[in-house]
């Protein structure tokens, strides 16, 4: 009997104490979890002042055309006043000309399958995963950009101020647009263009206005 008693109480002791130890181990993960997230802020981005400029020339002479295309939703990540990451859709049936002008020959062909598709890809995605501060002035962004279904990494500069709740983002990313399927009268795929031939690179000047 006695012997008995001194197992039970050996066993009572024994899960009792367990108890405490793993309510101790889920509060300690839940501590650093928190601490985690803690100076995480999301600005959502202001689609009124935001705006992606475009441009695409000729591979000879000067010829060149420049437009305008708009971010529909998105937001950036800050901590501690630097850029963490960040998410922007780019609607593209607000595809502009430099004037503004979204219904004419120039626009309507770049909505065609000859360019971005966009009845079949009405909207292209910029993704965030790291930004590294170079010096006071610009930092080095890194990401995934995808344009019609394909989706590449992308690396670019961009100056950001972070002042009275307000980030404003300005930056430039240079493509080569075959990476993501656009090849119309690309030298690389076709021969014989000769002063035909558009350039591979598309440029796009992005400013983004974020607010909390």
Known sequence: MNNKLTILIIALFFFGCRGPVKEENKNNALSSSLSLSIGNEKYAIDTKKSVVTWKGSMLIGSNSHTGYVYISKGELIIEKDQLLGGTAEVNMNTI???????????????????????KKFPISTIVLTKAVLINDEHTKVTGNLTIKGITHPITFPAKIEIKDGIVKMNSKLVIDRTKWGIRYKSGKFYDLLADQTMSDSIEFHIKIVAKK
């Open 96 to 118: 502009e000309d430099e004037k503004h002008r979204s219904d004419n020959g120039l626009i309507n062909h770049l909505k065609d399958p000859d360019f971005f598709d966009v």
